[in-house]
């Protein structure tokens, strides 16, 4: 059976390096599983997925001119559970009704309202000079 890709064929760890893992496949060949098609998840050492020795299955990827074979364990694995982006909130739970009535709202709005105007006249009138300051013309 000669190797094409997109097979899928069983193997054995012959190798593991700091960028993949070598495969003995059938018929005396040998393959590179890089660290990348390992798995699904962030893999910093290949050690703490792959052992020699290991009877793997791979899917080949590719074949190059020179005869080097690409492998992936990744693909054969289901697909990772779909992750919400970094912004996105959770969906929010439904709280009890709020206790506040419509009536207190606007009532604080209207007082909060009030407080930030009176701060803002009294910085504006102390930048032109106060009520008592007159501006004569010469």
């Given at each position: 059976m000669a190797?094409?890709?997109?097979?899928?064929?069983?193997?054995?760890?012959?190798?593991?390096?700091?960028?993949?893992?070598?495969?003995?496949?059938?018929?005396?060949k040998v393959g590179l599983i890089h660290i990348s098609e390992v798995s699904n998840v962030?893999?910093?050492d290949v050690h703490d997925f792959l052992k020699e020795k290991d009877k793997v299955t791979v899917k080949v990827l590719s074949i190059d001119e020179?005869?080097?074979?690409?492998?992936?364990?990744?693909?054969?694995?289901?697909?990772?559970a779909p992750r919400r982006?970094?912004?996105e909130r959770r969906p929010m739970v439904p709280k009890a009704p709020p206790t506040v009535s419509f009536e207190d709202k606007i009532s604080k709005f209207l007082k909060d309202s009030d407080d930030r105007l009176l701060d803002l006249r009294r910085n504006t009138e102390s930048k032109r000079g106060g009520r008592g300051a007159s501006r004569k013309n010469d």
């Open positions: 190797l094409e890709v997109g097979a899928i064929v069983e193997g054995e760890v012959s190798g593991i390096t700091n960028f993949g893992a070598f495969v003995q496949l059938p018929e005396g962030y893999v910093k020179k005869g080097k074979i690409g492998l992936s364990i990744k693909q054969l694995m289901p697909p990772p982006p970094a912004g």
